[in-house]
């Protein structure tokens, strides 16, 4: 069944690519890309000066590859008060959007004028450490500390989703990651069982590892707890009516992200949509995957939402697989990434389009080109901009040439906006900077379109 769908929909695929060419259907062509008065009219002189210093600063890449110890040696030298001055009128100040509801407010109405909404991202996350890379997993201590951690970060996601709420209603959206909820090593031992042994999806990953001798009592229930934070969050997101992304994360952890993340769509998305899961098109295994998760959300009959990204982890993923003598997880190029990312969205778009209210696509994407495709294809299946069944996502301080023109014209538009006290978000900022160091070193459009809209309000 699996064999007949992939034919049919690369069928349909090449089909969509050859005739993007010919589309006489121009509705995409009344976005423009090139408009800094539309990209940048909600920005102040001063943002748009810190805008285009930011963007020359992360060009050079010495600079974003030591980023942390600049960071820590800064902070030595200038204090914490002024410290944290420069940092609201740099780095900080561009790329997040406050540290509390309070400062989030005005930036929310600000963008909601010109129809652009926030995906809130109170942003927690953690990783294995470097001495952990060989796949040694020590990971059967209960620890009491940790608990409190993964507690804590529970009460703030929840407090997340009600700050959402208060400032959206209904149509509010956050995003947030596992691994804030569980220790990383536990995460890691879950997710290479589920890739060794391969259950089946009759079971859920609680009941597959209970009924194992694969982890220890302790082990069973960090994962039990993790499961318990995970539904108590999405329970808020239901009762604010909201919906939730759930980040993919590396590699070593992303199959049991995904697994758990489709259980819970199975769980809730009876009704309506509320989760989202986000696939990562640099993988050389999305395209299969996004296609029998389609399957089961038709069989099951349960709503599926698709964040589509090309991936932040490439560096530490090649990194990784040269290391371990392991298969390079991730496609060889750039190209062979894009050429995933689209067709991934025509397999999905064109299920949105036979099952209405049940599909739902994020073009979580910096990429003008893959924007560009979106719209085409959209304009040849005849979807219309106010339809529904796609929005666009780009980071928050990022490539505002591409949101704000795609807002001007009606389409479903947002920025994935981080926030919190600074010391939080420092460890954030570098790891996205370095994550995103090839989008800073060719972002020389986002540069001149601001130093374009400065000059032309200096001057006007």
């Known amino acids: ?24 259907k121009n509705n995409h062509e009344k976005v ?3 408009s800094s008065a539309t990209a940048y009219g909600h920005k102040s002189k001063s943002e748009l000066f810190r805008g285009w210093f930011v963007f020359k600063l992360c060009s050079y890449s010495s600079l974003v590859n030591n980023l942390s110890q600049l960071f820590n040696i800064s902070r030595t030298i200038l204090g914490q008060r002024l410290f944290e001055y420069i940092m609201r009128s740099t780095i900080y100040g561009h790329f997040v959007a ?11 109405e600000r963008l909601r004028k010109h129809g652009v909404k926030l995906i809130l991202d109170y942003c927690m996350e953690s990783d294995i450490s470097s001495n952990n890379n060989q796949q040694k997993i020590n990971s059967s201590i209960l620890n009491p500390s940790n608990e409190n951690i993964y507690n804590e970060n529970l009460l703030k996601a929840i407090k997340n989703v009600q700050t959402a709420a208060e400032l959206y ?6 995003a947030m990651k596992i691994t804030a909820f569980v220790p990383p090593d536990i995460l890691q031992k879950l997710n290479q069982i589920l890739e060794e042994q391969q259950p089946s999806t009759k079971l859920s990953i609680l009941e597959f590892v209970s009924n194992t001798s694969t982890m220890n009592k302790d082990e069973l229930t960090e994962v039990k707890h993790l499961i ?11 009762k604010h009516n909201g919906r939730i992304f759930i980040d993919a994360e ?39 995957l996004l296609q029998q998760d389609l399957i089961r959300s038709k069989t099951n009959n349960f709503h599926i939402g698709f964040k589509l990204v090309r991936g932040a982890y490439m560096d530490q993923e090649r990194k990784r697989a040269a290391e371990m003598k392991i298969i390079d997880p991730i496609h060889p190029n750039f190209l062979a990434t894009t050429e995933s990312y689209h067709r991934a969205f025509v397999e999905t778009l064109e299920n949105a389009k036979k099952n209405p209210n049940k599909v739902h696509i994020f073009v979580a994407s910096h990429n003008e080109n893959t ?35 795609l807002a001007a014209v009606g389409y479903d538009a947002y920025k994935l906006t981080p926030y919190g ?6 460890p954030y900022l570098t790891r996205r900077a370095q994550e995103n160091r090839a989008i800073f070193a060719k972002a020389e459009k986002d540069r001149q379109l601001h130093y374009k809209a400065l000059k032309e309000r200096i001057l006007h």
């Not at 758990?260 to 199975?266: F, H, S």
């Not at 006290?421 to 420092?426: G, Q, S, V």
């Open 371 to 405: 924007v560009q495709f979106a719209l085409k294809t959209m304009d040849l299946m005849n979807i219309k901009r106010d339809d529904g069944p796609v929005s666009f996502a780009t980071l928050f301080g990022m490539c505002d040439y591409l949101t704000f023109p």
């Open 1 to 24: 069944m699996i064999r007949q769908y992939k034919l049919q929909n690369v069928q349909t695929i090449q089909c969509f690519v050859r005739a993007l060419a010919s589309n006489s």
């Open 228 to 238: 318990q934070r995970i539904n108590r969050i999405i329970q808020e997101v239901k």
């Open 98 to 108: 406050g540290t509390n509801k309070t400062e989030l407010k005005p930036i929310t």
């Open 169 to 174: 209603g209904s149509s509010a959206m956050i």
């Open 421 to 426: 006290p600074i010391h939080r978000l420092l």
């Open 250 to 288: 590396q590699s070593y952890f992303q199959t049991a992200i995904h697994r758990l993340v489709l259980e819970l769509q199975e769980q809730y998305n009876r009704d309506n949509l509320i989760v989202y899961n986000t696939y990562q098109c640099y993988r050389k295994t999305t395209l299969n």
């Open 32 to 34: 423009k890309f090139d």
